[in-house]
C-alpha cells in the first residue's frame, strides 16, 4: 500500500512540475503591433521552439518512477 501512495505523489509531482516549468515560459507568442499583419496569418510571431523535452525531463522521470512504484504495488 506505500508504494501505491508513495507511486501516486510521484506522479502527481512530476506533472506539477513539467506543467510549471512549461507555463514558466510565459505567452506562446508576442502580440503584434501592426493590425495588418493580423490580417494575413493565423500564426503566432515569437518564441518558437517552446515545447521540447529537454527541460521537462526531470518531472517525466518523476512520473516514469511513480508509474513503476504504482505498478510493483499492484503487483505485490
Do not use: Y
Not at 38 to 50: A, D, K, M, S, Y
Amino acid at each position: 500500500m506505500a508504494l501505491v501512495v508513495i507511486g501516486a505523489m510521484f506522479v502527481i509531482v512530476g506533472v506539477a512540475m513539467a506543467a510549471v516549468r512549461t507555463a514558466g515560459w510565459g505567452r506562446l507568442s508576442q502580440p503584434n503591433t501592426q493590425a495588418s499583419d493580423r490580417l494575413t496569418t493565423l500564426e503566432p510571431t515569437g518564441r518558437g521552439r517552446r515545447l521540447s523535452f529537454k527541460p521537462d525531463l526531470p518531472g517525466l522521470g518523476l512520473v516514469a518512477l511513480g508509474a513503476v512504484l504504482l505498478l510493483a504495488g499492484a503487483l505485490s
